[in-house]
């Protein structure tokens, strides 16, 4: 038998709901929409199905105070104390919202799906109010530091005023990708009614999983005499995690390995907050809603890293100590994670407190993995699986099969496009990869025929975004993109690093000014010093000079094909040709 829902009912709003269906559909015509962020996608999603029950909605300023600072809703019904739940779950607008959506107690919204503006419910307010995020992070995250990505989300991301109130399910979100594994709490606790599973252990994972992960789920299943749940999270999770299309096929490619009947696989759209002691609460109360019995706790559970002083966010059995001090609530048993390890001589692998001192292990780390897949090196079959490993080096590829991509930045004249095409001819030559060229210019006037050279400062930025986005999407597929616009501000060149999220190079070509108009043939500097052109970098708008490219060169001093082969030695050196 499925576990006990918390809070005993399971809220399961779609069906709940269903019987009002078309009279919501037609009322959220008529109302004002809020179109959700991916976060709040994620925690409306699995308020809608059960998963995040007792959950009827957002929380109010009330069960908002209580949970950040007990850990509880406020209590209802005459309870002495408020039901166990660790996780601000909260709906945030900005005032500009407020004003616009007309928002206050007792008004209805209809909360949109922004992918296809589909409205997924109907939220009518209880109220407004002001959340202090700084003892929010404390309390919740444990520490006001943005190296903490949930804290970096909280004071970046987040906007001014919280929106509390109860919704009314119209539809779930759609999901295009992964369906059949893709199941609510409801339809998870039909499945293991129909199988008569009745010890389910569930098993939380943002990582691809290895050899050592199927044995630690095998053996606490074998223990308790249970089935395994492998319930990956393939919503938000920790910034640099691998997505979620490459983790699921490792996961499809590990599940034979299971005996037969022993473990079933299943996503859970969740948005982390890599919270640690109280997101193993939370994950527990969660995998408690889908009917699992059972569920592992590992070290430093849901942990982000290092703090600003490079010491742990948490102690490394802070999550297990929480959970067990709510084991009686939370009517769900921990398995505690047991670290494995690989012992060569008997080829089994083994937790590491159960080994003999003196016993030859075997590790391979995570550092070490991803060192691997980068230089395209052997992965040992007792570390992981034939299909595994396949999978990950499909999508992560040796670094000679990679795409990049280099900013030529520099002022008007400098050289910079006559290196750029150079550099294009030079990669061409060697045939290993498709080289594309993005001047930046003819890219935005491809993109945008309303803009031309009298550019203003916000506009020169968001033109440096749009590169950026095809440089990514080139640079995903493998090729080699080489883009040569004026990119005068630092934070837009730091913005296009980030969006392009690869292997990415910073050219500066610092012929000064003086040079560049000396051979202006087309006679821009000329029209901008008598105001014919605005904002012309280096006249009347600035030009930011790097302070962290990878080359810097002068055409008064450098030949371009001197420039073009330290740029070729640069590549080669990052062995990307």
Not at 13 to 38: C, G, K, M, Q, W
Not at 64 to 75: A, G, K, M, N, W
Not at 182 to 205: D, G, M, N, S
């Amino acid at each position: 038998m499925a576990n006990a829902p918390h809070g005993g009912v399971l809220k399961d709003l779609v069906a709940r709901d269903a019987p009002r269906h078309n009279e919501l559909v037609e009322e959220a015509r008529a109302l004002n929409d809020i179109f959700l962020t991916e976060r709040q996608l994620c925690d409306l999603e699995l308020i809608l199905n059960g998963g995040f029950s007792p959950l009827e909605g957002f929380m109010t300023e009330r069960d908002y105070i209580s949970v950040r600072d007990t850990l509880r809703l406020e209590p209802v019904h005459g309870q002495r104390q408020g039901t166990l739940f660790p996780m601000p779950i909260t709906l945030d607008v900005s005032q500009e919202d407020i004003t616009r959506l007309n928002l206050k107690e007792g008004a209805r919204v209809a909360l949109r799906d922004p992918r296809d503006d589909a409205a997924l419910a109907i939220l009518t307010v209880s109220d407004i109010y002001t959340p202090d995020k700084h003892l929010e992070a404390e309390n919740v995250m444990g520490a006001d530091d943005n190296a903490h990505p949930a804290v970096a989300y909280l004071h970046n991301n987040v906007k001014e005023f919280y929106v509390g109130g109860k919704v009314e399910a119209i539809s779930a979100p759609t999901h295009y990708d992964y369906v059949p594994l893709r199941f609510t709490p409801t339809e998870l606790r039909a499945h293991f009614h129909k199988l008569a599973w009745r010890k389910v252990v569930a098993f939380q994972t943002r990582n691809p999983m290895h050899r050592a992960h199927r044995e630690l789920t095998v053996r606490a299943a074998r223990q308790r005499r249970a089935n395994v749940l492998i319930h990956p999270v393939v919503g938000l999770t920790k910034p640099g995690d691998v997505d979620h299309y490459t983790r699921v096929r490792a996961y499809q490619a590990l599940m034979p390995s299971y005996p037969e009947g022993m473990a079933h696989l299943a996503l859970l759209p969740l948005a982390m907050r890599m919270a640690g002691p109280r997101e193993a609460v939370w994950h527990a109360i969660i995998r408690k809603n889908f009917g699992a019995t059972h569920f592992i706790v590992g070290r430093d559970h849901a942990g982000p890293g290092k703090n600003s002083q490079g010491k742990d966010f948490y102690g490394p059995y802070d999550a297990q100590e929480l959970v067990t001090q709510f084991k009686d609530e939370l009517s769900i048993e921990m398995v505690p994670f047991q670290a494995m390890t690989y012992l060569p001589g008997t080829d089994e692998y083994q937790p590491v407190d159960e080994v003999p001192k003196g016993t030859v292990t075997a590790d391979i780390s995570g550092t070490e993995l991803r060192k691997r897949l980068r230089t395209g090196a052997s992965i040992p079959d007792w570390f992981s699986y034939t299909g595994v490993v396949k999978v990950l080096r499909d999508s992560y590829p040796p670094r000679p099969q990679q795409g990049f991509t280099i900013l030529i930045s520099g002022l008007h004249n400098s050289g910079k496009e006559t290196i750029a095409r150079a550099l294009q001819v030079t990669l061409q030559q060697q045939g290993s990869r498709s080289v594309s060229l993005l001047l930046g210019e003819e890219l935005r006037g491809d993109l945008d025929k309303s803009i031309d050279r009298a550019i203003t400062p916000e506009q020169k930025h968001i033109n440096l975004q749009r590169i950026a986005f095809v440089a990514s999407e080139l640079t995903k597929a493998g090729a080699a993109v080489i883009a040569a616009p004026v990119a005068p501000y630092e934070k837009s060149r730091q913005a296009m690093k980030k969006i392009v999220n690869g292997n990415f190079f910073l050219v500066h070509v610092a012929t000064p000014l003086e040079w560049c108009e000396k051979v202006d043939r087309r006679g821009l500097y000329k029209r901008a010093r008598s105001g014919q052109l605005k904002n012309l970098a280096g006249v009347d708008d600035i030009y930011e000079a790097p302070t962290d490219a990878d080359l810097v060169c002068d055409l008064r001093n450098d030949t371009v094909p001197e420039i073009v082969h330290s740029i070729i030695m640069l590549l080669e050196g990052e062995n990307l040709i």
